[in-house]
């Protein structure tokens, strides 16, 4: 079993940046790591996910302004997000996937969340006009 814990939702205004960060209860040799985020009356989205050699892959709503990255020492994972919009407010969530994928193909099947076992509780991030 694996308890992720997210952290730094906050409030920011448009054009504002905000870092989440990602904090597994364990270490997990092999594995991807993705963000997911909700708006109030639309369904979860995956944004991005890394796997266990650092490897990205984002959508393409993130694409240019987001940055996911980990720090394999403290076993943390992190979401930079850059040129923040009010359409990016939202509840957070990471998810771990054990064993190894290729991001590209996790990105290209649209994030789907079965190929994810363990959910955080979410964060949440406000973004002012």
């Known amino acids: 079993q694996v308890t992720l814990v997210e952290s730094g939702g906050d409030s920011v205004q448009s054009g504002g940046s905000l870092t989440l960060s990602c904090t597994p209860s364990?270490?997990?040799?092999?594995?991807?790591v993705g963000w997911f985020r909700q708006s109030p009356g639309k369904e979860r989205e995956g944004i991005v996910v890394?796997?266990?050699?650092?490897?990205?892959a984002y959508a393409d709503a993130v694409k240019g302004r987001f940055i996911m990255s980990q720090d394999n020492a403290k076993n943390m994972m992190y979401l930079q997000m850059n040129s923040l919009k009010p359409d990016d407010s939202g509840t957070y969530y990471c998810?771990?996937?054990?064993?190894?994928?290729?991001?590209?193909?996790?990105?290209?099947?649209?994030?789907?969340?079965?190929?994810?076992?363990?959910w955080g509780q979410g964060t949440q991030v406000t973004v002012s006009p």
């Open positions: 364990r270490q997990i040799d092999r594995y991807c």
């Open positions: 998810a771990l996937r054990k064993g190894a994928d290729n991001v590209v193909y996790i990105a290209n099947r649209g994030f789907s969340e079965r190929e994810f076992h363990y």
């Open positions: 890394i796997d266990s050699d650092g490897s990205t």
